[in-house]
């Protein structure tokens, strides 16, 4: 509970500082800022003139006589609520304040206000979060209008908050009795039906004459095309399909025991464990103890026995060295190891993984493999996955359930999927390049030229107090697809952004000029970056007034006719379907696809995404492949980040490898 914390205390007086300069601005602007002037007793600063509106506003006085005695009038009037808030902070410092409204959730008067209180103290940070992903995101599509802030943060916060609430659910928070759970059962599906969003007639999501049992000791992987509904029938299971996103089940669903339709995911916490897509977006701690901990504390179990319960888990894991760590700085590997120990806190019965390869290099995904086998094969759990990665479980999955249109298949033996690269494409470099001029096409991939189109030297980057990026320096020939690989935390992200965003002259030139000199237009038709969080760059709620917002800075683009393009259709009105949809119903490859085409609007030389295949199945890689050969066609090229091998063998024309924030080795030229 008690703990001190110098990070809140600091926050809380800069934003005191910052109120405290914002009331005396507000007295400077309106009606000025002049007591004492000519008084004695003060003297006059600046003599700006007074100011009257006309009409409704007559009563408006706008500047007048500024004087020291009034402004220190003003930022008095400001202390109050600026001691208030400097309370909070130092409150904050030194205890635990969503453990405390935590203890409150579960029992007494003021149990829904507690649960409340819990998400909104969590989701805070969420929010200043995206303030700051928002404006870089603004700075990648070369935006500056003040609406553009709004539905991107609006949406990341409610994002943020929803997954909170369903982590926090699944974990047994608020729960108000304990169910028990029978081993010999975890899973049994008797002629159930799902629906989301679907009428009586069922045009809508729908999964259809489902019988499905699963044993103890087992580990069952659901594969399917990307919005198959994966995630949907696995969470049928844990309970959040039903109580949370208000799906609709027909039939029977038994987790345990414990009959779905009736039992909340909190009242079967104590045995069903949910290990979801996103996990950064659930995590409901700060330090990776009171993460993994946490669905024992809101039981209000000892202490001594969570700390003990929390290091047997660690132990388990091999991650005893990361307890003690904060949660946001666990890499994308660390972080999936804390949410699978959080999730086997309680014991469970069934675990329930949601695509847990979506964000890991090579390593670590080998690591979590072993981890779920072990615990299913060894802990005798019921362990059940969603993934499209699905080569790593070929070896140690017991049964495989796939999706086809509205029903679920046990796959045979001869069935499962085949032992195959995973991103292998064969993407012809035949395919059309995208004229982002005119949306048409150019023909076939330039040939690589001896200029380079690009060059980057001596770059680094500096996250306070690691060197992320140490001196790296290469250059790029018209018509690459390069391939950027390395571990997690190598530095792959922060050097696509530094390369796109420079903050030092002379680091990355582009067609001959330095791109830090560049005026916002200038360096978008230099450098594009799709960032890995693509879905920072929707500001709209249509897709096609995503479109026109690129048209309308840059003449003669049509972001439509890209879109289309890059989407394999030969005209604007073949997507006519999707221009109307609001850009997050896309699936994740039409998403990425749209953000590509705004980035290309611009008519970027040099084209930079990163994760392209993050969660994308067979079809979207195809899809997203070819985007790519596109986009690297007439007098451009792209560099892409990845931890896809097989894709980028089967795409990339070069690779470079990345380690500690520097290139490892000399690039290797694939054939």
């Known amino acids: 509970m008690f703990r001190l914390r110098l990070a809140p205390l600091r926050a809380a007086v800069v934003l005191a500082a910052g109120f405290v300069l914002l009331r005396v601005v507000y007295r400077v602007v309106f009606g000025g800022a002049g007591a004492g002037a000519g008084t004695g007793t003060g003297p006059l600063l600046l003599d700006m003139p007074l100011l009257r509106l006309d009409g409704p506003f007559s009563h408006i006085t706008l500047f007048g006589p500024i004087t020291l005695v009034g402004l220190g009038n003003a930022a008095l009037s400001a202390l109050p609520v600026a001691a208030v808030i400097v309370f909070f902070g130092l409150l904050n410092a030194i205890i635990n304040v969503q453990a405390l409204f935590a203890r409150g959730a579960g029992r007494g008067p003021l149990r829904a206000i507690s649960r409340s209180l819990v998400i909104a103290w969590a989701t805070f940070p969420a929010l200043l979060e995206s303030v700051r992903r928002v404006r870089v995101a603004r700075s990648l599509r070369g935006e500056r209008s003040i609406e553009s802030l709004l539905v991107p943060i609006f949406e990341q916060t409610i994002e943020r908050a929803l997954a909170l609430a369903a982590s926090m659910e699944t974990r047994g928070f608020a729960a108000t009795r304990v169910v ?145 760590r904060s949660i946001d700085q666990l890499s994308a590997g660390e972080a999936s190891l804390v949410a699978i120990a959080a999730a086997l806190v309680n014991h469970p019965i069934l675990l329930l993984v949601d695509e847990p390869l979506a964000d890991l290099d090579t390593a670590a995904r080998d690591r979590v493999c072993a981890v779920l086998g072990q615990l299913a094969h060894e802990a005798g759990v019921c362990v059940v996955i969603a993934e499209h990665n699905t080569r790593e479980f070929n070896l ?109 002259a002379e680091t990355v030139i582009v067609g001959g000029l330095d791109v830090r000199s560049l005026k916002r237009r200038a360096r978008r038709q230099a450098v594009g970056l799709v ?39 030969d005209t604007v009105t073949d997507a006519a379907h999707l221009l109307q949809r609001h850009p997050r ?50 007098s451009r090229a792209v560099l892409f980040a990845t931890h896809d091998e097989d894709f980028a063998r089967g795409l990339a024309t070069r690779t470079l490898l990345m380690h500690h924030g520097r290139l490892s080795v000399p690039c290797q030229v694939l054939s």
């Open 180 to 324: 028990t759970g029978v081993c010999e059962a975890p899973v049994v599906l008797r002629d159930a039906g799902l629906n989301f969003g679907a009428a009586p007639d069922k045009t809508g999501w729908h999964l259809d004459e489902l019988n499905v049992t699963l044993k103890p000791a087992t580990l069952t992987v659901i594969v399917g095309a990307t919005g198959s509904g994966k995630t949907s029938l696995l969470h049928s299971m844990s309970g959040l399909f039903q109580h949370f996103y208000d799906g609709t089940q027909q039939g029977r669903i038994d987790i345990a025991g414990a009959d779905r339709a009736r039992t909340p995911p909190r009242d079967t916490a104590g045995f069903v464990g949910l290990v979801a897509q996103n996990v950064r977006l659930g995590f409901a701690a700060e330090t990776v103890h009171d993460e993994i901990g946490f669905a024992l504390a809101v039981r209000s179990v000892a202490p001594p026995i969570v700390h003990a319960r929390v290091l047997e888990v660690a132990a388990r894991l091999k991650i005893e060295h990361l307890v003690d």
């Open 396 to 504: 140690i999955a017991d049964a495989w359930l796939q999706i086809r249109g509205s029903r679920v298949h046990q796959l045979s033996a001869a069935d499962r999927p085949a032992d195959r690269p995973a991103g292998a494409l064969p993407i012809p470099r035949s395919v059309p390049a995208i004229d982002a001029t005119r949306g048409g096409s150019t023909g076939g991939i330039a040939a690589v030229s001896a200029v380079p189109l690009a060059s980057i030297r001596q770059l680094s980057v500096l996250h306070r107090p690691k060197l992320v990026v140490d001196d790296v320096s290469f250059d790029i020939a018209t018509g690459e697809l390069i391939a950027l690989r390395g571990s997690n935390g190598a530095g792959k992200s922060s050097l696509l952004r530094a390369i796109a965003l420079p903050t030092d």
């Open 585 to 634: 119903d896309l699936s994740a490859g039409e998403r990425l696809c749209l953000v590509m085409a705004i980035q290309l609007a611009a008519r970027p030389a040099l084209l930079l995404v990163d994760e392209p295949t993050r969660g994308l199945d067979l079809g979207a890689r195809t899809l997203v492949s070819a985007a790519l050969v596109r986009a690297a066609g007439h």
């Open 531 to 569: 960032p890995e969080n693509f879905d920072d760059l929707l500001f709209t709620i249509t897709v096609a007034e995503e479109c026109r917002r690129a048209d309308r800075t840059l003449a003669g683009a049509s972001t439509a006719q890209t879109f289309a393009g890059l989407l394999g259709f």
